[in-house]
């Protein structure tokens, strides 16, 4: 495989075939992606599999409905997961405290370093996947659901299937703009202008402000897709979902 080829060109699948992702490669992929970095070697995080037709439907409203939640083969549910850890703490006579905010990062980063790297794998093994952004608004019902006891907290969830078709590349702004060299270097507005410029020009973009009533591409951003109104409301969950789950945040 050209390596280079595949991170240039790797797509976002959101339409799956009715082929299935055998029990044994799914399970060797996670045991790769178990290789990827983790604080302190704790591995702080767990994965939930839903593959029968019934668990997908009972996820589905949490994602809002999402077509590739019951049209994949496969949704993965990527868990910070300090129960194991301190459970185990505990049967050898070591005093946990970990119930506090910088220990939820710490989960929260060995669980989104997991999953990454299970997406990768995956993708090269011939897969499609697609993050779920909604998992960290509607956690209270996804962890009902899946029934994840305290110290446990869903951060991502990836479906999982063969593609059906080919997948739209998405844009990315232009690594001049994301490198900073030994200091971070504040943008003028003659920057912006130009590392948006290809973004704004495309055609999708140009139909979204179209559709949306709207006079720019960051307007989609702010007053639709993800407004204030919503953002303060899904922390507002998030925060208290965390905190009922046994992380005190400051």
């Not at 703009?177 to 410029?197: F, G, K, L, P, V």
Request: hydrophobic fraction near 35%; charged fraction near 25%; charge should be negative.
């Amino acid at each position: 495989m050209d390596y280079k080829q595949y991170f240039a060109n790797r797509r976002t699948v959101r339409k799956y075939s009715n082929r299935e992702v055998p029990d044994d490669l799914l399970r060797e992929m996670i045991d790769a992606a178990c290789h990827a970095p983790t604080t302190g070697n704790m591995q702080l995080y767990s994965v939930v599999i839903t593959r029968s037709e019934k668990g997908k439907r009972a996820l589905a409203p949490a994602h809002f409905n999402q077509p590739s939640v019951e049209g994949c083969n496969v949704v993965m549910t990527f868990c910070a997961d300090f129960n194991r850890f301190e459970q185990w703490c505990r049967m050898r006579d070591a005093v946990p405290g970990y119930g506090n905010f910088q220990s939820f990062v710490t989960a929260l980063l060995d669980t989104a370093l997991f999953a990454q790297q299970f997406c990768t794998i995956a993708e090269m093994h011939g897969l499609g996947c697609c993050y779920l952004g909604t998992t960290t608004y509607n956690a209270p019902q996804i962890a009902e659901v899946l029934e994840l006891p305290d110290r446990v907290v869903p951060v991502t969830a990836i479906t999982v299937g063969y593609p059906d078709g080919d997948a739209p590349m998405s844009d990315r702004l232009p690594v001049g703009c994301i490198m900073h060299e030994e200091r971070y270097n504040c943008y003028s507005e003659e920057d912006i202008n130009r590392i948006y410029a290809e973004k704004e020009e495309r055609e999708d973009s140009r139909r979204f402000v179209a559709e949306n009533n709207k006079s720019t591409l960051a307007q989609v951003f702010t007053d639709i897709r993800y407004n204030r109104e919503n953002n303060e409301f899904f922390s507002k969950v998030y925060k208290e979902f965390i905190e009922s789950r046994g992380f005190s945040f400051p």
